[in-house]
């Protein structure tokens, strides 16, 4: 036998070659398989059991999972093959998605199925509803995976008894001022170097998300009535932005021109932080760390105007597209997800409050600390509130020109009506932009 | 010559005469264009389509989302003159080259001039300066984040000890300097191709300067960075190209994610791409970062070719070994070797 490696042999070994790998794949996938594509946290927020549970159920749906990114996300839709199910925050997207003609309309769906009904479904579910005009009204879109009030509190009792000061009351709101005062008495630093933060306000979901509350607050909007202008130089927006650059130069926490490299979970665990603006879902954190589990309290959210909100800054959950080519599949691991054993053992694990109601009884209270927090988090039911985004604009535009403008004004001490000129200057022509492309 | 005297006609041996190409070189052109293929149709695919689709792109008001975009004109391209973050961005970016191309190359060409000495343990040098530049960028920015940051990083913990006031190093304006030297930290790329040029210049060259009275810094001004112009343009010319593109080191710096990592980058490391990078994906605005991002394209062609222009008489292109020689020697001893 000649040990030449001739070409006719290459060609025919690469061809035999590709001929069973067809039929393999071929055999492995089965005539009636299907792949169904979700954009998605896997496995923090879908598990690999979720998974299982959903395979077992639907053995022919194999399920791929694609990073949760913007940049894939419209190359995929560019290419007209997008995800089946996609990630999203409800509360920001809803809109933008529907006035796009992006999602969905599941509203056939919730009305064949059994297990996600409306007497079932959490009242922060309705973020993902929107009829064209007004969110919390139509047909719904999607669901929330869990959710949280997200300006509340929680405290690092630790931190508060070095500096002897005492802790906020859980269930009676701050005020802004007062928070920031409390903030400036715990934080203990040398010069650049910290020991301990006072704060880290509730603006790390949404940057937006925070400011737009506390214009909420005190009365106003930063949207104009049909949504298509912002105006930051509203009287309650530019108190709002006041109150930040106070913030920045009280030097008690991070900003988003000096932000904490570890991240304000590390520092919180660490007794290195006193108050962290977020909400139910940061049990689940505390959950895994014990050591700080005797020295925690949940408290109510802070009072920035003359009302009292406590709003959902995301309701992260999911969406189908319009243009899924399995929306049926989608839709039955919805019906498992968000009513099922996964959505059970989210609401178990203290991960956000469940989209389900009656999930709200598997909520974990066996440990001091998780009781305080569901009493708190029971008595803070009563002041939720929708915050009201434009659906001409993606609230990463909004996140984006107002930390550019803090990173600006920051580093050069510019007042709040400047900044927000800035903010104006960015948002307006989006939004005329936004309103040309979906009309 | 008669044609009685003319020699036979030559007879090859039998193997010699079936000469007929066998195997892959019957078909040349064929396996020319197999093998070149891939990287053709990667070109194409990958740099071609993606060139002439931001093109396309730059003269729309496309969203990234929405199918009902329009042309309109060269609009996105007047806009970014009158865009003051394209513009701020756009300065810190020629900051940033400026400092950092004549810095690598410097430092660049004075440790491969060092690792080309015959010291003791010149390869443990050579592996040790080339070394941070295998390193990821991102476990680079990673240590460079654990040395400056403000509470836990090593550097304040040491003027801490020293009772010296501790620094904001990842915030304006130091965080640019900590960017700069994050940059020059993967300086032994520069090296290595430096001491390959250097590495190319006949040693008899210098001896032959030394001879004629030239001391070591002579002859490496003379002889040695003459014959490594060429290798310094290329150095120069990659560099430029480079420093313009430069987006991760600014990005990793920056701590923040999500949806401001790029919006929150300090105003100092705000460069060019960052810019382009947030119209893109944290504004949505497609047509007009395409736009942006061909500017910088025909920028880069411009500066190149201005670059090439510029360096013609400074850069010495050896024609032969013999005239490379003698101009070089030349040079060396002020022209004596020609006398």
Redesign the interface.
Known sequence: MSGRF??RRLLAGAATAAGVAAVSSACGSGADSTTLTIMGNHPSEITDSDVAGFSKKYPNVKIKFVTNS??LL?AM??AGDPPDIIRDQGVQNTPYLVK?D?AEDLAPYFAKSTVLTDDKIAAVDDVWRYDGSVQGKGPRYGLAKDYSQDAMLWCNLRVFEKAKVEPPDPTTPMSYEEMLDVAKRITRR?????SAYGLYPPFDV??SAGVINMVTSAGGSVFNSDYTKVDFSAPEAKSALQWYLDYADAQVGPT???????GAAAAFFAD?LGMVGYGYWFGGEVASNPQVQDHVRFVTAPQFGSTRTSPCFAAVGHWIPKTSKHKQEAWNFFEWYFGEQPAIDRAKSGWGLPGITAMNADLPETKPYQKQALDVQNAEFSHMSVLKYSPY?????L???L??A???GL?SGLSAGKLADLVND?LNP?LE??K???? | MTTAEAPAAIRLPADVQTTAPR??KRYRARTFYAFVSPWLAGFILLTLFPLGYALWLSFT?F????G??RYVGLQNYADIFRDP?ALHSLGRTALYTVITVPAAIIIGTALAVLVNRPVRGRAAFRAIFYLPAVVPIVASALCF?MLF????GLL?HI??QLHL????W???PLVFWVMIAMTLWGVGGTMIISLAGLQGIPGELIEAAKVDGANAWRAFTRISLPLLSPIILFEVITGVIASIQAFIPALLL???SG??A??????SNYLFMIHAY?Q???????GYASALLWALFILILVLTAVIFKVSGRAVFYESGPDEAAQAAAGHATGGKAER
């Open positions: 001739s070409r913007v940049q419209t839709f560019a796009r992006l040398k010069g650049a170097q910290y949404s940057l988003v021109a000096r932000p904490l490299a570890a290195q604009v993606a609230f990463t535009a996140d984006a020109s930390s550019q803090f990173v600006k580093e960015t989006l932009q936004g040309e492309l979906v009309a | 195997g892959w008001n969203d990234g989302m929405t009902h975009y973050d984040k940051d403000s509470d836990f304040n003027f801490n006031q501790t620094i904001q990842l915030a304006d920056s701590i923040q949806t401001v790029a919006t929150s980058v300090p105003q947030a893109y994906f944290d504004y949505g605005r497609f």
